[in-house]
Each structure stands twice: as C-alpha cells, then as structure tokens.
C-alpha cells in the first residue's frame, strides 16, 4: 500500500513558476513508477511527466505541451517526487495529481495513461492568471 499527499499548489500570474511536491508512504518507493497528472474543469486526465527507475537508471517523459517548461525528478532516499513548473500558462491550470504505479512484473510500459498506475493522492490546485 502506498500513500501519496500532495503539496506546493496555488495561484501563480502566467510566466510564473510552482514546485509540486509528492510524499509517498511505504516501502519499495524506488520500485514504483512515479507520475503528474492533471485534470482542468470538464476535461479527461491527463498525463503530464512521468519517471519510472529501472534498473539503476531514471527515465524521464514530458507530455508535449509542457516539455521545456516543466521538469519532473525524484528522491529515493527521501520517497518524495516533485514537478518544477516554470513559464506557466492559464492552460496549466488544473488539479495536479502524484501517482504511483508498481514496475513488479510490468513491461513496456508508456506510464503515460492513468490506468497504468495503482495509487492516486488527494491533488493540488494549480491556478494560472493572464
């Protein structure tokens, strides 16, 4: 079982920056896929960054609209996660959702779909004024 809880989100004006923030509870963090979601008013989750840690080595994706601006990294030792979002834009704005899903057994895998992923934490509002 782990437990994910989110922090860093508020108001920021466009061009601004935010660093999300995800603690993850429980063993085995090193073994999980770590990812951002985000889901705007009305609109389907979707997939943000991710970086699963496979065999010693990180590998990191961005969904297009954010590659440049966004930069997702991780801390094994500390089981934290954490999206650093520079240049925002109104479009950013949405709920940002940690998730973690378990490599054990999976292959192939995009980690870019959110049924990919087995724990969700609460979310935090991220706001982007023109």
């Known amino acids: 079982q782990v437990q994910l809880v989110e922090s860093g989100g508020g108001l920021v004006q466009a061009g601004g920056s935010l660093r999300l923030s995800c603690a993850a509870s429980g063993r085995s963090f090193s073994s999980y896929a770590m990812g951002w979601f985000r889901q705007a008013p009305g609109k389907e989750r979707e997939f943000v960054a991710t970086i699963p840690y496979i065999g010693n080595s990180y590998y990191i994706y961005y969904t297009d609209s954010v590659k440049g601006r966004f930069t997702i990294s991780r801390d094994n030792a500390k089981n934290m996660v954490y999206l650093q979002m520079n240049s925002l834009k109104p479009e950013d704005t949405a709920v940002y959702y940690c998730?973690?899903?378990?490599?054990?057994?999976?292959?192939?895998?995009?980690?870019?779909?959110?049924?990919?992923?087995?724990?969700w934490g609460q979310g935090t509002q991220v706001t982007v004024s023109s």
């Open positions: 998730a973690a899903g378990s490599l054990a057994g999976r292959y192939g895998q995009s980690w870019s779909t959110p049924d990919e992923y087995d724990y």
